[in-house]
């Protein structure tokens, strides 16, 4: 099995590295001074594979604090807001799409 350092990376725009937190599940995104932030808006963003690829093995090995690091396309607005780049980021970012039973 091939780790996900070693797989090609392909990225087509800006990006970043999210994950979920260790200790609760959180979404989270790596930000530009090697921490972890659950605001997408500090997220660093990444635009070539190179970049990606440093900022992934950086984020892979926090194996304490962040669980599944990977990229995710974002979209960078014309004012620097940053918005999720697909449908999954989306979900992931507002948490359930359905009312449970009991309050999360």
């Known amino acids: 099995m091939t780790s996900p350092l070693q797989q090609k990376i392909k990225i ?5 590295i999210t994950a979920n937190r260790t200790w609760d599940g959180a979404v989270i995104y790596r930000d530009g001074q090697h921490g972890w932030t659950t605001d997408l808006s500090s997220a660093a963003v990444v635009r070539t594979a190179d970049d990606a690829r440093a900022l992934l093995t950086e984020s892979t090995a ?7 690091p990977y990229i995710a396309p974002v979209d960078v607005k014309d004012d620097g807001t940053i918005e999720p ?5 989306q979900i992931r970012r ?3 799409t359905i009312d ?5």
């Not at 087509?12 to 970043?16: I, R, Y």
């Not at 926090?62 to 599944?68: L, M, P, R, S, Y």
């Not at 780049?85 to 980021?89: H, K, M, P, S």
């Not at 449970?100 to 999360?104: F, G, H």
């Open 100 to 104: 449970l039973p009991v309050p999360a």
């Open 85 to 89: 780049g697909n449908l999954r980021e």
């Open 62 to 68: 926090d194996d304490v604090g962040a669980i599944g």
């Open 12 to 16: 087509t725009g800006p990006s970043v």
């Open 94 to 96: 507002q948490g359930v």
